[in-house]
């Protein structure tokens, strides 16, 4: 079974500019998760889609923002870039909702701001 | 809310030590516990999973057990090698409708030869 994919591996991109990145979870998953991941505050819960509706947001800005399409692949996307948004951005999967389903997780898109 | 703390690291060890990375957690109801793993240039890996209290998960020689009485969940193994050097994460999800993943702040783990 292939694992989660996302792409691109990395991305430079200048302050100001927004970006896009995309995430295809594991065949049959229906639960798309994304989170930041930085040194110094390291992992942080973004936002959840289920069937394409955002069932939990974590603590970001609106310029953060995300979807989920009917395959259940999903993109985020981050406008009006800043310094601090340089980070790893993991996407991760699971069957569904349930508290005992583990997440999968790709192994993201290291993203610079410049 | 539900929140997750473990020892931050890092921790250094000779080969063929013993490990333990304390996992202790704050949650209402039932909680799923997680150990993944994360190693230089990738993403996380699940490691172990437990579901309920007195539950034990384990794999490749790691083993944890959920302590619901001390809301702990304790990564051991009892022999490391080289190849453990990674960053561990304890993580739940509470059994609430609506709940999402929480993950503790990692542990990095050094094993020397």
């Known amino acids: 079974k292939a694992g989660v994919t996302q792409t691109p591996r990395y991305l430079i991109k200048t302050r100001g500019q927004q970006v896009t990145l995309s995430c295809s979870p594991i065949?049959?998953?229906?639960?798309v998760s994304w989170y930041q991941q930085t040194p110094g505050q390291g992992l942080q819960f973004l936002f959840e889609?289920?069937?394409?509706?955002?069932?939990n947001k974590g603590n970001f800005p609106g310029r953060f923002s995300g979807r989920q399409f009917s395959n259940s692949r999903s993109e985020m996307n981050v406008s009006t870039l800043e310094l601090g948004d340089s980070a790893l951005y993991l996407c991760?999967?699971?069957?569904?909702?349930?508290?005992?389903?583990?997440?999968?997780f790709g192994d993201g898109t290291r993203l610079s701001i410049l | 809310g539900d929140s997750v703390t473990q020892m931050e690291g890092p921790v250094t060890l000779s080969e063929e030590a013993f490990l333990t990375i304390n996992c202790t957690y704050t949650?209402?109801?039932?909680?799923?516990l997680f150990w993944y793993v994360q190693y230089p240039g990738e993403g996380l890996q699940l490691l172990l999973k437990?579901?309920?209290?007195?539950d034990k998960g384990s794999n490749k020689g790691f083993e944890a057990t959920y302590r619901k009485e001390t809301t702990s969940f304790h990564l051991e193994k009892g022999s490391v090698q080289v190849s453990d050097s990674a960053v561990y994460f304890c993580?739940?999800?509470?059994?609430?409708?609506?709940?999402?993943?929480?993950f503790g702040p990692g542990t990095r783990l050094s094993v020397l030869p």
């Open positions: 949650a209402t109801g039932y909680p799923s």
């Open positions: 437990a579901t309920k209290a007195d």
């Open positions: 991760a999967s699971s069957p569904g909702t349930q508290s005992n389903q583990p997440q999968h």
């Open positions: 993580a739940l999800r509470g059994d609430n409708y609506g709940q999402n993943f929480v």
């Open positions: 889609y289920f069937s394409e509706t955002q069932r």
């Open positions: 065949s049959g998953h229906r639960s």
